[in-house]
């Protein structure tokens, strides 16, 4: 039912007409072996591009044109959609045009055409949000994770009379949340040495955050659960796990938040990164992730860059809320999300 949301809420969310039935659509045996022949030309693609190390690549269909470079089709392309493709050679599609939707998953052998009628939302606690094809809004992603991107997107929540911005709804439907205030200069390790967030030690800023006094008043709340976050250690591409209440920003979540394609690929000291993303603000604070030289960190420019184990800097909390909450407002400063009682 998730994907068949995605794929459909293209048409609605840019105001087209949408079909009751899937048989009013014509030359649906025509529509579905044109993309099948697109499906082809990506495997081509994939095959001819021998230095494919992205965990996936992104292409965007607007007005029958593919907007970023790099990938040229021949076959027809659907008026709005976009293109998966993951480092396995797989490839997933969401396309529509105005009287039809069309998917493919990564581990569907061909794309199919769907019904486009009410399947325009997806849910945040008991709440009904639509999903957005242009401009700030909750976006559809890889995986079936649901991003808050843009300049100022309505994902405000207020818990205990703190502020706080939603950054994604995942594929179990857990409400990722980062406080929309931070902490001020706090070193990553006490003995100025690399200590991974994943463990526990009682020099790592991990262990501070999840076992201090200070902050004992978020893991009490019961509105933010334990939950498995990771570290991604850039230079080895490996994932550290651990699991916590506290938490703190991955880079992954950064970059998947700016509306600017040219952030996707590397990234790091990427001045694009900064454009039409809500994360960005006018402070440097760190993210979880590392590599052999130091920490990973956004600068006060929206810039990744890589921060030293001896320097301190500022922090975010990161939390996982409770996903069976009730909620109240419309996700605007002025009005945010309030968890209520029914």
């Known amino acids: ?34 993309m099948n022949k697109i499906v082809s030309e990506l495997n081509n693609y994939y095959n001819s591009n021998t230095n494919f190390d992205d965990e996936y690549k992104l292409f965007t269909i607007k007005d029958y044109k593919i907007t970023e470079d790099g990938l040229q089709l021949n ?20 396309a529509n045009e105005e009287t039809w939707c069309a998917f493919k ?3 569907d052998e061909h794309v199919t055409l769907s019904s486009c009628e009410d399947l325009n939302t997806v849910k945040l606690g008991d709440y009904i949000i639509e999903l957005t094809y242009n401009g700030d809004g909750l976006y559809s992603s890889y995986n079936n994770n649901y991003y808050f991107r843009g300049e100022n997107p309505n994902n405000y929540i207020l818990i205990n009379e703190e502020m706080y911005r ?30 991974d967030y994943a463990i526990f030690d009682n020099n790592n800023i991990a262990y501070y955050l999840n076992y201090d006094n200070e902050f004992k008043k978020y893991r009490i709340n019961p509105n933010f659960v334990e939950t498995e976050y990771y570290s991604y250690i850039i230079n080895t591409q490996q994932y550290m796990k651990s699991t916590s209440i506290v938490s703190m920003l991955n880079v992954e979540d950064y970059i998947n938040v700016s509306l600017d394609t040219n952030c996707k690929n590397n990234f790091l000291n990427n001045k694009f990164c900064s454009n039409k993303n809500w994360l960005h603000t006018d402070y440097p604070y760190f993210t979880r992730d590392y590599d052999s030289q130091g920490i990973y960190a956004i600068s006060k420019d929206g810039v990744v860059y890589n921060h030293t184990f001896d320097i301190e ?7 996982t809320l409770n996903k069976n909450i009730n909620l109240d407002g419309d996700g605007t400063f002025e009005n945010p999300y309030k968890i209520v009682r029914k």
């Open 166 to 195: 939603i950054i994604k709804i995942d594929s179990d439907k857990n409400i990722k949340i980062i406080k929309n205030d931070y902490i001020e200069n706090i070193k990553w390790s006490k003995n100025n040495k690399l200590s």
């Open 105 to 107: 998953d990564f581990n």
């Open 1 to 34: 039912m998730l994907t068949l949301l995605l794929l459909c809420s293209l048409a609605l969310l840019i105001g087209y007409p949408t079909i009751k039935l899937l048989n009013i659509v014509k030359n649906k045996e025509q529509i579905e072996s044109n």
């Open 75 to 94: 076959s027809n392309l659907p008026e709005n959609g976009y293109i998966y493709i993951n480092k396995e050679g797989k490839t997933k599609i969401i």
């Open 313 to 319: 800097n500022n922090v975010r909390l990161v939390f």
